[in-house]
């Protein structure tokens, strides 16, 4: 037989192809805008041209010889690694770009020393993470190292230059030129060194970085590696320094800026500092200029005061942008240019009548999100940060809880951008030293973002938010965020001793459930306002309606939640009821990997939780939310309508719809109409018949939505969608694909299981696969998947600097294939090395 091509494959698509329409671009920016003009200042990215190889915890020579014979802190710039030398051959290694996630292409690895718990919801530790093969059991595949080589300038020999990693999990060692710069344990907290003394100019430079996964942090997947961007920046020796531009604005307009210098030079210095404030048009609105004398090697804060007028307001609506670009001046010569984005809005938490922003009540509709996604594991590209926000945004929700850690800085750009507010949140809730410095890293980097609400200094700390301990270290954190932002409350998340430990320390109380306490706590605390940090797990498998226990599937009706929570009808029913409750935040806005609640045991691997899949693809609990948290009008009919060898046994037909009225046919006979009850969804029982059923949405009297569930045939062919039709040739950038299986009359088939192959012609590859299914163990970095309950998902990235058209064809055996033809764009490039 012979094997066809892949531009034969092409052409015979092409021609069996079923026609689509256009898939329109996103209405809102997909990527932040990269401001390519700051000079002097360079801020170069890092992110291509690594090689990768995994190390060995425990056996020398396989791990590159660190720590052979203990002198690796002995002298300095040797013995550390034989990677860290400039003619060390590592053609062997993999090459990769980032941010880069090892732990996904990981086998699953079943935890055979399991023994059943007494109580099932406390499961399998290994399920926790997924069941990757990382941590103490798995020393081959627990490091990782990674090697970049590169040139510098003989000027760069004046300069201060640093590189800023902006998240690496976790236990790094940052090698540079043989020399140790520094080690930093936190996976979420970025790390900054500074590597001017210790640069070649006349040779190449080698950047070699040791991560450890092998102990986690949290207890939910949390992958491993340089998992977000890394930059090289290069200033002159008189500078301002990292996040130094602390912005304030009320709505008056009134405008604070404060600004950190620090004059590394030998000289006493006389400096100006220029802050030129534009709006998001573009238009200067204020410009403010204050001089400072700055003794040499220190450093010094710079007050600047103005205003605003008129003020463009940032709002969930109009995310207006105001942009700071600070410089940095000695007489004419501009030193240093930094540039910072901020917003102007007023929240205010009542603990009588809710939650505000800009005056305007509202309630909090939010959900709760960790940080990885199907197919790439945490490292997620830019675009697929605002592609993940933007699937909120349009269900309704209007708040994001970073849990349990500090997120990614695009995260935050893309919550600014797009209208969604931000729960910020530290990973550690302790005082010690190091514990601090994370606390105000992640203060100091993030409270320009007018989308943060809250700081949260801590989830669900059993073993000290109740005790007189646990308040101790609670104040601690408590001033020294307010000594960083006095602007923003503290929260903690509690699930337990709500209105006593810690509970002093906080502003707004944050209830994880138990939602029997909340009136006791009101009776101790009258004056705190509440949020409810994590409301509802109604746990649910996409496309699955029976529960069934042997495959480890939930029924996606709004009938299940863990012991200590309710479903998604009974928490907002009841906070919806309630003004004084400032609203609340689903446990999870996406599912996640680990954490299989309720089937905590292999072979699950991902959780249940979200209102949305592992892929992002909506359960049908998204249009629950949609139908409540949004004006638009909403009708969702489910479940589908094959149900072989159940004829004429009754199937629950469900409906979620902010309509009037509702009219359930089967067959074309009315099951009869129900009226909708604000808050609530709409039942039939019906008995199956093939064939289909179809509602009838009323407002005021008329119909003005219909929806229908067909019985659907054998599959026949796979249709191909994009989220946008156009890809930046970045090297960064990504779209979003769904393949989707339907029977010849064009009805999706629920259960299709078909294998899905994704073809790509053109300058552009697949980075990850996923289907949503929490058993599912096909690898991630693949071009091919099996489609779950008719869905897989494929993830595209452009080839940097490659333009031209991009063709990709979804096919499976025997089936139509379905196809997108997509446009690889130039764009303005940042500085790369």
Known sequence: MIQPNRRTLLKTAAALTVPLAATPALSAPQAPKLNLDLGPRERISLDFGWRFALGHATEVHRDFDFGLNQKTFAKQGANVATAAALDFDDSTWQPVNLPHDWVIDLPFVKNEYFIPPANPEDGDAAAGHGYKAVGRKFPETSIGWYRKVFTLSKADEAKRLTIEFDGIFRDATIIFNGYILTRHDSGYCPVTVDISNFINVDGPNVLLVRADATLGEGWFYEGGGIYRHVWLVK?????????????????????????????????????????????????????????????????????????????????????????????????????????????????????????????????????????DHAGVGVAIPDALQYWRVKQLKDMGSNTWRCSHNPPTPELLDACDELGMMVIDETRLMTSTPTGLEQLETLIRRDRNHPSIILWSIGNEETAQQGTERGLKIAMDMRRLVKSLDPTRPVTAAMNHYMGHGITPALDVMGFNYHESDIEPFRKLYPDMPIVGTETASAVSTRGEYVRDEAKGYVRAYDLDAPSYALTAEAWWTLYNSKPYLSGGLVWTGFDYRGEPTPFNRWPEISSHFGILDTCGFPKDIYYYYKSWWQAAPVMHLFPHWNWEGQEGQDIAVWVHSNLDAVELFVNGKSAGQKTVVKDRHLEWSVPYTPGSITAYGYKNGKVVMKQTRKTAGPAYSVTLTADRTALNADGRDVIMLKAEVFDRAGVPVPRADNLIHFDVDGPAQIIGVGNGNPTSHEPDRATSRMAFNGLAQAILQGERKATGTVTVIARSNGLVSGRVTLKAADVPLPAEL
């Open 235 to 371: 200033t002159a020796r008189t500078y301002i320094n990292q996040w130094g531009a602390c912005i304030r604005a009320d709505t008056s307009g009134k405008l604070s800026i404060d600004t950190d210098l620090t004059n590394a030079t030998d000289g006493d210095r006389t400096l100006q500092v220029i802050s030129t404030v534009t709006d998001r048009d573009g238009k200067t609105v204020a410009q403010l200029t204050a001089a400072t004398d700055v003794k040499a090697r220190k450093g010094a804060t710079v007050s600047q005061s103005g205003a605003l007028s008129p003020v463009r307001l940032w709002s969930l609506d109009d995310p207006h942008l105001y942009t700071v670009r600070t410089e940095l001046k000695d007489g004419d010569t501009v030193l240093d240019t930094y540039s910072s984005r901020f917003g102007v809005r007023d929240i205010r938490f009542d603990a009588k009548e809710g939650f505000f922003l800009n005056g305007e009540w509202m309630k909090i509709k939010g959900t709760n999100n960790h940080q």
